[in-house]
């Protein structure tokens, strides 16, 4: 049976493929799972504190679940450039679970060399080599290509992709769903839907830009049942990798997620004023140094002179509805502008 390689984050998934591994990216399957907090649950009996990041805390109980675990070959942790608590989950894995693990490290400056190095380190341990790696890159271009046009339309046709429908297929594009060949299938299929769909677009609906991390719980059902639609998904559209590189070290280079908060905001400040939206949701996760950002966040756009109404959201567990403080918060939000 043909092994899984699951990990935290996004990492250059073109290693996993061309070693022969299907890729995993355990965030989907901790947060679309039926009872996400149930992982949340398990993990505060296993030992985690109750203060520490739900995320963590759900990945953890997908890596120690035989449900799960019983097809992983290796488990991938990023740390430099993440999550620091990835370092210790790491750590924990390997000694509770037996799955043979590795440390992936964004270089901490953004230096092409280094970055070939670490893809060159990652490859040899995966068991195969960077030409082999490189080639699997090319044969994703086409994929990214059309992930583009998906993220493109819900901007140039408000309402014809709801955010839900961007956000998921941006999101999922860090592992494919384990099959970038069927994957792209879909996405396929999708945009021929889209054909149809722009003759219906609504541009009375309110647009919004989503920046931060993918949420917890759901955000854009909740936006599009309030007539408002999500325009841009910042962190989302950043896994996909849209722009066009020279190489795969380029292209995870030009990946902002594990850089500096400026360098990422002022790359999607530049997407925020071709896009032109009406207001702007920055989602933090409870317990995470990224919560800091957002004063970054708010300086930037000033500097930039985008008075653009900015709602920021804080959430910690996994839910399947938003609660009603929250949900008066957004309403109330969405009315301003």
């Known amino acids: 049976m043909q092994k899984k390689a699951a990990f935290t984050t996004t990492v250059p998934v073109e290693v996993i493929l061309a070693s022969g591994y299907i890729p995993l990216d355990l965030n989907n399957i901790f947060v679309s799972a039926e009872n996400p907090s149930a992982f949340v649950e398990k993990a505060e009996f296993s030992g985690f504190a109750g203060s520490s990041c739900a995320w963590i805390k759900g990945l953890y109980s997908v890596l120690a679940s035989p449900e799960f675990n019983k097809d992983f070959g290796v488990f991938i942790a ?22 043979r693990t590795f440390i992936f490290n964004f270089p901490y400056l953004r230096e092409i060399d280094k970055m070939r190095s670490e893809i060159e380190r990652f490859a040899e341990f995966m068991g195969t080599d960077y030409k082999t790696c490189a080639k699997v890159w090319e044969d994703l271009k086409n994929l990214r290509k059309k992930l583009k046009i998906i993220d493109e339309t819900s901007y140039l046709y408000p309402g014809s992709v709801t955010g839900e429908e961007n956000h998921l297929f941006l999101v999922s594009s860090s592992d494919f769903c384990g099959d970038p060949a069927e994957y792209e299938k879909k996405a396929d299929d999708f945009i021929k839907e889209l054909e149809h769909r722009k003759h219906f677009a609504d541009p009375s609906r309110k647009k919004i830009a989503y920046l931060g991390v993918p949420p917890i719980v759901p955000i854009h059902s909740f936006l599009e049942s309030r007539h408002a639609t999500v325009i841009f998904n910042e962190i989302q559209r950043e896994f996909a990798m849209l722009g066009e590189s020279e190489s795969i070290e380029e292209q995870y280079i030009n990946y902002t997620y594990p850089y500096s908060a400026a360098f990422r905001f002022e790359k999607a400040i530049a997407e925020i004023e071709k896009r032109r939206p009406d207001g702007i949701i920055h989602y933090v996760q409870s317990f995470c140094h990224r919560q800091l950002e957002d004063i970054i966040l708010r300086q930037l756009l000033k500097n930039h002179g985008l008075n653009i109404p900015l709602l920021t959201l804080e959430f910690d567990k996994p839910a399947n509805k938003i609660d009603a403080r929250v949900a008066t918060r957004i309403e109330a939000f969405l009315e301003t502008i």
Do not use: F, H
Not at 86 to 93: F, N, R, S, T
């Open 78 to 99: 990023v740390t430099e450039g993440d999550c620091s608590n990835a370092k210790v989950l790491e750590q924990i894995v390997a000694m509770e679970t037996g799955i």
